[in-house]
């Protein structure tokens, strides 16, 4: 049996080897830290800390805006049913939205932005949970 020392045992050529482009270099498979990663977008914020820092922020208010879309009662009971229910979807899509671009953020495996996300959602949990004491603490009259 002739063996053609291009070919794999089952007879298929072997896959061509992958060419690491210039972003790939900051992809990562498990958490680290550090401020050259790749967060949502192309070569953002790559090894600029300024960028690093802005995407920080940006997460932060992600992770803000969804606990606050989940917590806050923003509908009034006086609205009318129509009015109330298309609100009610608009701000579900919205939160949604959020979750999707948070959890794009979170898989870049960077354990900053893991932790700043987790911030911003502890935040408005705490503010809320003061705002829920102090309505219950009242009295009503």
């Known amino acids: 049996m002739d063996m053609n020392m291009n070919m794999t045992m089952n007879g298929t050529s072997p896959a061509p080897a992958m060419k690491m482009s210039s972003s790939m270099k900051y992809m990562h498979m498990t958490l680290f830290w550090g401020k050259n990663s790749i967060i949502l977008f192309k070569d953002f914020p790559g090894s600029n800390t300024?960028?690093?820092?802005?995407?920080?922020?940006?997460?932060?208010?992600?992770?803000?805006?969804?606990?606050?879309?989940?917590?806050?009662?923003?509908?009034?009971?006086?609205?009318?049913?129509?009015?109330?229910e298309l609100?009610?979807?608009?701000?579900?899509?919205?939160?949604v939205g959020l979750y999707?671009?948070?959890?794009?953020?979170?898989?870049?495996?960077?354990v900053g932005v893991l932790l700043i996300s987790i911030l911003g959602h502890a935040v408005v949990f705490l503010v809320f949970a003061k705002v829920r004491t102090s309505v219950v603490a009242s009295p009503s009259h």
């Open 50 to 84: 300024g960028h690093y820092v802005l995407a920080l922020i940006i997460v932060f208010a992600c992770a803000a805006g969804v606990e606050f879309l989940s917590q806050c009662r923003l509908i009034s009971p006086r609205w009318q049913r129509m009015a109330a």
């Open 87 to 95: 609100a009610r979807t608009g701000m579900h899509t919205v939160r």
């Open 100 to 110: 999707y671009l948070l959890m794009l953020a979170l898989m870049s495996f960077n």
